[in-house]
T-cell receptor, first 115, second 112 residues
Framework: SAVISQKPSRDICQRGTSLTIQCQVD?????MFWYRQQPGQSLTLIAT?????????ESGFVIDKFPISRPNLTFSTLTVSNMSPEDSSIYLC????????????FGPGTRLTVL | AQTVTQSQPEMSVQEAETVTLSCTYD???????LFWYKQPPSRQMILVIR??????QNATENRFSVNFQKAAKSFSLKISDSQLGDTAMYFC?????????FGAGTRLTVKP
């Protein structure tokens, strides 16, 4: 199994500012994912972050807006840049455990509100 | 691209009754995994049950079971003896060697 923590758990930010969300895993994992869940909606994949390589972004998400770092096998950050109210969402970090795609764990999420 | 469809935005069931949540998916791959996740108001994603596509036998976890129809690309979740704590959003998800995709979700309410 994998236990995932995220910081902060929630934040209220002003338009135009940036927020960096941290994701810490209690074991080494290869594949890490960042998802966005807008109010009342499903989870949408933002990007896949593998250690030692550039993050791969899904259609509609760009590195300038959502830069991601993956410095080691237990940690990643997602930055939401130049925020607008439309960025108000829950952001979730997720990982594959050692078994690969048949076992995916999720962090508790970061609830972001942009005023 | 893989897509996951949940056609029931909301459902309700009486406590102790049985309810079935529907999910269909579209893929050209033969090897993949299917999941049902539960998301209570705490927003923590909780794995309910998983199914490997290469297994014909339907997965079962206590009160939760699936009806996996690979040819029809259908993956429904049956909850037996529903409990008040089952009230949550339920997401069907598809995973291959690249990433995981989610359906829109079904909001289930268990009524006392």
């Amino acid at each position: 199994s994998a236990v995932i923590s995220q910081k902060p758990s929630r934040d209220i930010c002003q338009r135009g500012t940036s927020l960096t969300i941290q994701c810490q895993v209690d074991s080494q994992v290869t594949m890490m994912f960042w998802y966005r869940q807008q109010p009342g909606q499903s989870l949408t994949l933002i990007a896949t972050a593998n250690q030692g390589s550039e993050a791969t972004y899904e259609s509609g998400f760009v590195i300038d807006k959502f830069p991601i770092s993956r410095p080691n096998l237990t940690f990643s950050t997602l930055t939401v840049s130049n925020m607008s109210p439309e960025d108000s969402s829950i952001y979730l970090c997720s990982v594959w455990a050692d078994r690969g795609p048949d076992t995916q764990y999720f962090g508790p999420g970061t609830r972001l509100t942009v005023l | 691209a893989q897509t996951v469809t949940q056609s029931q935005p909301e459902m309700s069931v009486q406590e102790a009754e049985t309810v079935t949540l529907s999910c269909t998916y579209d893929t050209s791959e033969s090897n993949y995994y299917l999941f049902w996740y539960k998301q209570p108001p705490s927003r923590q994603m909780i794995l309910v049950i998983r199914q490997e596509a290469y297994k014909q036998q339907n997965a079962t976890e206590n009160r939760f079971s699936v009806n996996f129809q690979k040819a029809a690309k259908s993956f429904s979740l049956k909850i037996s003896d529903s409990q008040l704590g089952d009230t949550a959003m339920y997401f069907c998800a598809f995973s291959n060697n690249n990433d995981m995709r989610f359906g829109a979700g079904t909001r289930l309410t268990v009524k006392p």
